[in-house]
């Protein structure tokens, strides 16, 4: 028979992108939303795969909610991938940042626990959790130095899960993923603002381009392929934490050069420095080995810093799909 998952946030990049992954694989794929009926499912809509996935109602604070709706479906595996995804917002909401990350995580966990079933757990972890770690790129035994209420709530849940797999035997494991990028990402990631910019402005739709602190180096990757770790993850042997990572830190500059290169433009021409768009606190510098990953579960990263700039500009306008399309063909 073939396995079955439940993915809590399913109609973020993230979610949608690992639903048809598992589609790919044989899986059946359901997902959960707040109010299922009234979900956005625009992202599944791009990836074409809207009517091969059931949609749940279940609140992820709500621990009747949970069981009901795990009752009910006959699934293998869990995926939680819900929960506030922007650093920069989680200044400004940071109990709703650690409530729907970190509560929502343990509400799981004790669901998972209080049915006694043989789940499989994964929870989305984040580069964040590490902080200000200096120019050494970090691994799995690096410790966590949390800078913003986001990085604290991804910190929380990291280590309810590694204490409901201690303590209670379960099969929880979490993904420490560093950036990774597509075009479904929502436009407020910065990742996301640059690429749009740049080709609104190649366009004539738009002048310029405002930023705030370019010297910051970070991990991107390419989302589609780090879903593929999530679900490695889950297929072994014994539960363990895993760093997702390209192993290649790039500034924010040098990846905006890149960007707006995409589009035969100079980015020093059209980008304006805005120091009001500094964070309150910011990491200089983001990066990691995946080492573990590729020894245990035999990933590794392909599309590495600048190119994911190139394939995000390529993706705005009417490409998204076709961009997309082209990264499956590609293996990615």
């Known amino acids: 028979m073939s396995k079955s ?5 399913i109609s973020g990049q993230d979610g949608s992108l690992l639903a048809r992954h598992l589609l790919s694989l044989g899986y059946r794929v359901a997902g959960t939303s707040r109010d299922g009926d009234m979900m956005r499912a625009t992202n599944l809509d791009l990836l074409g ?3 091969r996935v059931s949609i749940y109602s279940m609140a992820t604070a709500d621990f009747r909610s949970i069981i009901q709706t795990i009752d009910r479906l006959d699934i293998d595996e869990i995926y939680n991938l ?3 995804s922007s650093v920069g917002l989680s ?15 343990l509400t799981l966990l004790e669901a998972i626990r209080f049915l006694g079933r043989p789940l499989r757990f994964y929870n989305a972890g984040s580069s964040e959790c590490f902080g200000d770690i200096g120019d050494a790129p970090a691994d799995e035994n690096t410790p966590f130095k949390p800078r913003s209420p986001y990085a604290v709530a991804k910190a929380t849940a990291h280590w309810t899960v590694a204490n409901y797999r201690e ?14 990028e597509s075009p479904l990402r929502p436009a407020r990631f910065v990742t996301q603002k640059i690429a749009r910019a740049a080709h609104a402005i190649a366009q004539g739709d738009q002048r310029r381009l405002s930023l705030g602190n370019l010297d910051i180096w ?12 999530m679900h490695l993850m889950m ?16 500034s924010l500059r040098d990846f905006v050069a890149a960007a707006f290169a995409a589009v035969d433009l100079d980015w020093q021409d059209h980008v304006d420095i805005d120091e009001s768009l500094f964070r309150p606190t910011d990491l200089r510098f983001s990066g990691a080995v995946a080492a573990k990953a590729r020894e245990r579960l035999g990933w590794q990263a392909r599309v590495r810093g600048t190119e994911v700039a190139g394939r995000l500009v390529a993706a705005c ?5 076709a961009t997309l399309d082209a990264a499956r063909a590609d293996g990615q």
């Open 5 to 9: 998952a439940l993915i809590c946030g």
């Open 49 to 51: 795969i809207r009517d």
């Open 82 to 84: 819900s929960g506030q």
């Open 91 to 105: 200044f400004d909401q940071p109990v709703e940042t650690m409530d729907s990350i970190a509560g929502a995580t």
């Open 167 to 180: 303590a209670y035997g379960l099969f929880a494991c979490t993904g420490i993923l560093f950036n990774h």
């Open 218 to 229: 970070r991990d991107w990757g390419w989302a589609s392929e780090y879903v593929e770790a």
């Open 235 to 250: 297929q072994q042997d014994e539960p363990d934490d895993y760093i997702v990572s390209t192993g290649q830190s790039v």
């Open 317 to 321: 306008g009417d490409n998204i799909a």
